[in-house]
């Protein structure tokens, strides 16, 4: 991120889904890169997280739901959401 940038993050939520339909989604942190580590280890495929109860879901290979979105597969840990 450059020296100069005078604008504000806003907060990292304890839980995020990128999903737009989810009451989870909140707009203004997407607009920033945002990472996700779980047990140390960066994830780049994660659909939503939450902090507190150390859980982060990511979309199965092949699996889809009846209206053909894939399903999220729970994997849990210690969960670390931070700003690139």
């Known amino acids: ?6 604008t504000t993050l806003p907060p990292l939520p304890d839980r995020l889904s990128v999903d737009p ?13 945002v990472g996700i580590k779980i047990n140390d280890k960066e994830r780049l495929d994660v659909e939503e997280y939450c902090i ?19 399903l999220l597969i ?4 210690r969960v670390e959401a931070f700003y690139k």
């Open 1 to 6: 991120m450059p020296m100069n940038d005078t």
């Open 21 to 33: 339909r989810s009451p989870h989604h909140v707009a203004a942190v997407f607009e920033h890169d």
């Open 52 to 70: 507190s109860e150390g859980w982060i879901k990511i979309a199965s290979l092949k699996a889809v739901d009846r209206k053909g979105k894939p």
């Open 74 to 77: 729970k994997l849990t840990g």
